[in-house]
């Protein structure tokens, strides 16, 4: 069992930045953030690999960039030049055991361990 926790969301406009921490109990081979905002599906924002290879939606390219600290036992989500579309729930995501190349196609509901979210709200 992984346990997850979030923690860094909050309310900025847009051009802001933000700096997402989700804090893990052991560490998996594919580790990541997903979002969903009202009225929407759930969609995959970054992921990261066991061999730190990342992965990006393209609406977060060059904005975001996700990275994980082993000693301090936490994925970061490092956001930058927020836009209004942005806004959401921010899930960190956990799955063990994934071969290299599926980490980046899996979906959502076969990530096993999931976070509580936290709000990333972009608004002027």
């Known amino acids: 069992q992984v346990q997850l926790a979030e923690s860094g969301g909050g309310s900025v406009q847009p051009g802001g930045s933000l700096n997402l921490s989700c804090s893990f109990s052991?560490?998996?081979?594919?580790m990541g953030w997903f979002r969903q905002a009202p009225g929407k599906e759930r969609e995959r924002v970054a992921l990261l690999w066991s061999d730190e290879t990342p992965w990006y939606t393209d609406s977060v390219k060059g904005r975001f960039t996700i990275s994980k600290d082993n000693s301090m036992s936490a994925l970061i989500l490092r956001m930058h030049g927020l836009k209004p579309e942005d806004t959401g729930l921010y899930y960190c995501?956990?799955?063990?055991?994934?071969?290299?190349?599926?980490?980046?196609?899996?979906?959502?509901?076969?990530?096993?361990?999931w976070g509580q979210g936290t709000q990333v709200t972009v608004s002027s």
């Open positions: 052991s560490t998996t081979s594919c």
């Open positions: 995501v956990a799955k063990p055991w994934v071969a290299a190349g599926q980490c980046f196609v899996i979906p959502g509901g076969d990530f096993p361990f």
